[in-house]
C-alpha cells in the first residue's frame, strides 16, 4: 500500500526526544529515516530509562518510544571521510533533521550552508531549546526547564504547596510537532517552487505558542492567574472544574456542567448558596471543598454514570496500566507492539493520525546502533572493501544482534 510520505528520504541526526520524535512521525507515514548516530555509543537515550529497569534486560523503553520505523548508522561525524559520504548521501536526501545544541553540528561542517551547497532543495530542520541566538543560547534546553520557563509550572498544581511539572516531555513533544508542521510545510512549497530551506524550531517558543490562550488573558486583562488551595484544574477556572475523591478510592475530572445540575446529582442542595459565576470563583477553595466531601459518598462507577446521565462533562482519572485498558482506547487500537531484536515483544503506543488511502503502520522496531549501516551504504554505492574499511578504521560501527 502506498505511503503518504514514500520517497521521502530524511537524514536524522537528532537524539533525545524532541527530533527523534518528529522523525518516528514522518517515518511512520512512510518517509525513509536515515537515523545518523554516534559511533559506538549511539543516541544518549539509549543509555537512559525508567524505573532502573531495561526493556528485554538491554534496551532503553525511551528509546524504543522515539525510534521506530528509521534504520540506524553510527559513524564518527568528526571523520572527514565520514564527512564526505555524508555529503553524498545528502545529495538524494530531501530533509536533514537535527537538535543538538547551536552551532555544534556547523562547526563540523553539518551546517544549513554545507547541505544547501550540495543540494539546494535541501530542507533542514533544526531544533534547539531558545533558538539559535540571544542570551540563552547555551543554555541546557530540558523539557523541564522549558515548562518552568514559559510560565505553565506556575500555572500547575495547589496554590500552598509548590508548583508542579507536567508528568511527561510536554515541551519536547510540542517541539516535535512544531518540527513536522513546519518539514511538511517546506515540502509542500518546493514541490511548487522546487526551493529548499532552513527551519528552526525552539522549545520556548513552541510552548509559549501553546500557552497562547493564558497569555493572551494575562497580557490584555490585567490579572494573574493564580493557583488555587484546592488543585482546581486550571488557575483560571472557577469551581467546580477539577479532580474529586470517591468513595472506593477513586478520582473524577469534572470539566464542565450547570452548576445546579451537579448538586442535585450529588443530593447536595445546601450547595445552591454558591450558585453564581462570580461566588463560584471567589470561593473556589471552599466550593471544592464542599463538592469533594459529597463526591466521597459514591463509588467511582456509580457517581460517573450519575454524572454522565445529565451530560455532565466528566471522566474517570487512570493511571497509564488502567489507560491502557480502557474500552475506547482498545476500540482505536491505540496499543500495539512490534517485536525487537533484543527487547522482544514492545507494547507501544499506535500512531495517532488515520488516514483513509495512506495508513501510518509500524513497519520497523527501534533500530539497534548502526544496524543498517552496510545496506544504507551499499545503496549509496560504497563497495563492500569501503564498508570494511569504514568498520576497521572505527569511523563507523554496526550493531547486528
Known amino acids: ?40 555509543a549511539g543516541d544518549m537515550f539509549r543509555g537512559m530509562t525508567f524505573f532502573a529497569k531495561w526493556v528485554g534486560g538491554s534496551e532503553s523503553p525511551n528509546f524504543l518510544a522515539w525510534n521506530r520505523n528509521k534504520r540506524s548508522i553510527a559513524l564518527n561525524l568528526k571523520s572527514r571521510k565520514v564527512h564526505a559520504i555524508l555529503m553524498e548521501m545528502a545529495k538524494s536526501a530531501d530533509v536533514v533533521v537535527q537538535n543538538f545544541r547551536p552551532g555544534v553540528l556547523a562547526k563540523l561542517g553539518y551546517g544549513y550552508e554545507d547541505f544547501k551547497a550540495v543540494n539546494p532543495r535541501i ?45 511527561a516531555g510536554l515541551a519536547d513533544q510540542i517541539g516535535a510537532m512544531n518540527m513536522v508542521y513546519g518539514i511538511l510545510s517546506a515540502l509542500y512549497y518546493r514541490e511548487k517552487t522546487g526551493k529548499g530551506q532552513k527551519i528552526e524550531v525552539n522549545l520556548l517558543a513552541g510552548l509559549l505558542a501553546h500557552l497562547n490562550q493564558e497569555y493572551v488573558a494575562v497580557l490584555n486583562l490585567g490579572e494573574d492567574f493564580a493557583r488555587p488551595n484546592s488543585g482546581i484544574g486550571h488557575p483560571g477556572m472557577q469551581a467546580p472544574f477539577g479532580i474529586y475523591e470517591t468513595k472506593d478510592g477513586g478520582y473524577i475530572s469534572i470539566a464542565m456542567s450547570p452548576f445546579k445540575t451537579l448538586y442535585e446529582v450529588l443530593e447536595a442542595p445546601q450547595l445552591a448558596v454558591y450558585d453564581d459565576l462570580k461566588t463560584l470563583f471567589d470561593k473556589r477553595d471552599e466550593v471544592f471543598d464542599k463538592v469533594n466531601a459529597e463526591t466521597k459518598k459514591f463509588a467511582t462507577q456509580d457517581l460517573l454514570a450519575r454524572l454522565l446521565a445529565v451530560d455532565i462533562w466528566c471522566a474517570e482519572v487512570k493511571d497509564i496500566r488502567r489507560a491502557a485498558e480502557d474500552p475506547q482506547v482498545k476500540h482505536m487500537g491505540m496499543i500495539t507492539s ?3 531484536p533484543r527487547g522482544g515483544k514492545v ?5 495517532a493520525v488515520k488516514m483513509s488511502e495512506t495508513p501510518a503502520t509500524i513497519e520497523r522496531p527501534a533500530p539497534l546502533v ?25 569511523d563507523m560501527t554496526v550493531d547486528a544482534a
Open 123 to 167: 530542507i533542514y530542520c533544526s531544533g534547539s531549546g531558545y533558538g539559535e541566538e540571544g542570551p540563552y543560547v547555551e543554555r541546557p534546553g530540558q523539557d523541564m526547564l522549558i515548562q518552568g520557563l514559559a510560565g505553565l509550572i506556575a500555572n500547575t498544581g495547589r496554590g500552598d504547596q509548590a508548583p508542579v511539572p507536567a508528568g
Open 1 to 40: 500500500m502506498n505511503k503518504a510520505l514514500e520517497g521521502v528520504r530524511i537524514l536524522d541526526f537528532s537524539h533525545l526526544l524532541q527530533g527523534p520524535f518528529a522523525t518516528q512521525l514522518l517515518g511512520d507515514m512512510g518517509a525513509d529515516v536515515i537515523k545518523v548516530e554516534r559511533a559506538g
Open 347 to 351: 507494547r507501544v503506543v499506535a500512531p
Open 370 to 394: 548502526g544496524q543498517h549501516g552496510r545496506e544504507i551504504l551499499a545503496e549509496f554505492g560504497l563497495s563492500k572493501d569501503e564498508i570494511a574499511a569504514l568498520e576497521a578504521s572505527g
Open 338 to 340: 512490534y517485536d525487537h
